[in-house]
């Protein structure tokens, strides 16, 4: 949507809007801080065009730059928004969306510490009309089948994605931190049972989580290709479904 035009949307009809949501954060020294933005819009432009191809009709809104990065108060210029604020977004975007008959939204998240949940059930109270869903792609796929290194933040997964998508934007390998993290004292927290929320410049000095070191463009691209071919059949299923009628 952000690349078209009045003239193609003007009598256009669409079952589905996409919203992609980053961040813009620190990435370990090495990718730019917008990586998230530019994860969200690549994925969702190159599932949401398989769904199109298949016939389903879907619009991609353009990406919300900001997400929650309340852990990281103090990495400088990570630019936080409060989940409060997040939900009063949404709020603005559905209601546009159900006043125009678009009844159908799904969030497309790329950012770890954006918590859609709670946010999507009160919305769900607010527009009973609409059938609102989320994703989070980094878990659609098992990452060990295309990384060797687990990470979470600007690890060999992003920063392949980031060598095939903006190799531009992507520091010399001399740059790279090597993303070492500390884990949590108290053993509930690391077995992810308990939460608490990470204090980010306490566990990495260098804002990475996870070892870039084997990262390259192919990789990048084997994952991309792979994702955007499962959020496409996601996508075009949800185009097609029947809000009043999703159970077997
Ligand atoms: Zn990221």
């Known amino acids: 949507m952000a690349e078209t035009n009045w ?5 256009a009809t669409f079952d589905l809007a996409i919203l992609p949501w980053g961040a813009t954060e620190a990435h370990n020294y090495h990718l730019p801080y917008a990586t998230d933005n530019f994860e969200a819009d690549a994925l ?37 928004l409060n989940p409060s604020t997040q939900y009063a977004i949404l709020c603005d975007v559905a209601e546009v969306l159900n006043r125009q008959g678009i009844y159908k939204l ?8 954006n918590n859609f949940k709670p946010l999507v ?4 109270l607010k527009f009973p009309k609409m059938f609102i869903s989320l994703s989070n792609w980094p878990q659609a796929l098992s990452k060990g089948e295309y990384f060797k290194e687990r990470g979470d933040h ?34 509930a927290f690391s077995e992810g049972w308990a939460w608490a929320e990470r204090k980010w410049s306490q566990i990495s000095e260098d804002t990475g989580v996870g070892d870039p070191m084997y990262s390259t463009a192919e990789k990048g691209e084997r ?15 949800l185009c097609q479904a029947d809000i009043d009628d999703l159970y077997q």
Request: no cysteine.
């Open 223 to 237: 994952f991309y290709r792979d994702i955007t071919l499962k959020m496409g059949n996601f996508i075009f299923e």
């Open 154 to 187: 600007a690890d060999e997964m992003e920063t392949s994605l980031m060598l095939y998508l903006k190799p531009e934007l992507v520091l010399p390998k001399k740059h790279w931190g090597s993303g070492a993290s500390k884990k949590h004292k108290i053993e």
């Open 7 to 11: 003239n193609a949307l003007k009598d």
């Open 106 to 113: 799904l969030i497309f998240n790329s950012h770890g510490g």
């Open 121 to 124: 059930r009160e919305l769900g």
């Open 44 to 80: 969702a432009a190159g599932s949401a065009q398989l769904a199109w191809e298949k016939g389903g009709k879907v619009v991609v809104l353009p990406t919300i730059p900001f997400g929650v990065n309340t852990g990281q108060s103090d990495i400088y210029l990570d630019i936080n």
